[in-house]
């Protein structure tokens, strides 16, 4: 029998190309989607396309989007400084609708290729306060993809997986690393430089830099 396909959210970062081990190591063929969005640096992105080969996808697929359009992020606007401490309420690197774009495009992929699973590394333990991280925003928008489709209204159903949703930092590593993930390859700084280097300390580097300390394995982050 073929393999089932799943289509991931591949950012580059560490969660993402976890759940893209996870994915593969469930025995779907992985179809990976990242977005250059506009934001701050395209590191990521070469991220994305490093950590898609060493896990052997099927195809990996970049959308250009004009997310910097309309602003109102740290990560789009470069005239919003990104916060190197700890603040209270939904932090200023919060982009406007980013996840629901993302999943609603990834959906329309995945009913082209026959996908009926669409995984998100979004986490509610040690995250951001992000809204769109939450398990009621992925329970919903699993609701509205098989309202909006031809594929889910005549009952061929999609399920939105997010297999991070509550594990800690320190777990993912675990995971990741159990299953060969070469974190050496992913870039999580919001503001990393050209050579994918991470600052060392916007929120993003606190948590993962946390996250491998507490899961007592080595951090293969490159710093500035």
Same mark, same amino acid.
Request: one cysteine or more; proline letters at 5%; aromatic letters at 8%.
């Given at each position: 029998?073929?393999?089932?396909?799943?289509?991931?959210?591949?950012?580059? !970062?560490?969660?993402?190309?976890?759940?893209?081990?996870?994915?593969?190591?469930?025995?779907?063929?992985?179809?990976?989607?990242?977005?250059?969005?506009?934001?701050?640096?395209?590191?990521?992105?070469?991220?994305? +396309?490093?950590?898609?080969?060493?896990?052997?996808?099927?195809?990996?697929?970049?959308?250009?989007? @004009?997310?910097?359009?309309?602003?109102?992020?740290?990560?789009?606007?470069?005239?919003? =400084?990104?916060?190197?401490?700890?603040?209270? !309420?939904?932090?200023?690197?919060?982009?406007?609708?980013?996840?629901? %774009?993302? /999943?609603?495009?990834?959906?329309?992929?995945?009913?082209?290729?026959?996908?009926?699973?669409?995984?998100?590394?979004?986490?509610? %333990?040690? &995250?951001?306060? &992000?809204?769109?991280?939450?398990?009621?925003?992925? +329970?919903?928008?699993?609701?509205?993809?098989?309202?909006?489709?031809?594929? !889910? %209204?005549?009952?061929?159903?999609?399920?939105?997986?997010?297999? /991070?949703? &509550?594990?800690?930092?320190?777990?993912?590593?675990?995971?990741?690393?159990?299953?060969? %993930? @070469? &974190?050496?390859?992913?870039?999580?700084?919001?503001?990393?430089?050209?050579?994918?280097? =991470?600052? !060392?300390?916007?929120?993003?580097?606190? /948590?993962?830099?946390?996250?491998?300390?507490?899961?007592?394995?080595?951090?293969?982050?490159?710093?500035?």
């Amino acid at each position: 029998m073929s393999q089932p396909k799943a289509v991931i959210l591949l950012s580059g !970062g560490l969660d993402s190309a976890t759940i893209v081990a996870m994915a593969k190591a469930q025995g779907f063929a992985c179809y990976t989607m990242s977005f250059d969005y506009g934001q701050r640096h395209r590191a990521e992105l070469q991220a994305a +396309e490093r950590v898609a080969r060493q896990l052997g996808v099927v195809e990996h697929k970049v959308i250009g989007l @004009d997310l910097n359009g309309i602003g109102g992020s740290a990560l789009t606007d470069p005239d919003i =400084a990104v916060p190197e401490t700890p603040g209270d !309420g939904i932090p200023v690197t919060y982009v406007p609708a980013r996840n629901t %774009v993302f /999943l609603s495009l990834a959906l329309g992929w995945a009913e082209v290729i026959g996908a009926r699973h669409l995984f998100i590394g979004v986490n509610a %333990v040690d &995250y951001s306060g &992000y809204p769109d991280c939450r398990p009621e925003f992925v +329970e919903a928008f699993e609701r509205l993809a098989n309202l909006a489709t031809k594929a !889910g %209204v005549e009952g061929d159903t999609f399920r939105i997986e997010a297999p /991070l949703q &509550y594990l800690s930092k320190a777990q993912i590593v675990e995971t990741g690393t159990r299953l060969g %993930v @070469d &974190y050496g390859l992913t870039v999580s700084c919001y503001q990393a430089n050209g050579e994918g280097e =991470a600052c !060392g300390r916007c929120d993003s580097c606190r /948590l993962r830099a946390e996250g491998f300390k507490a899961a007592k394995i080595p951090d293969p982050t490159r710093y500035q």
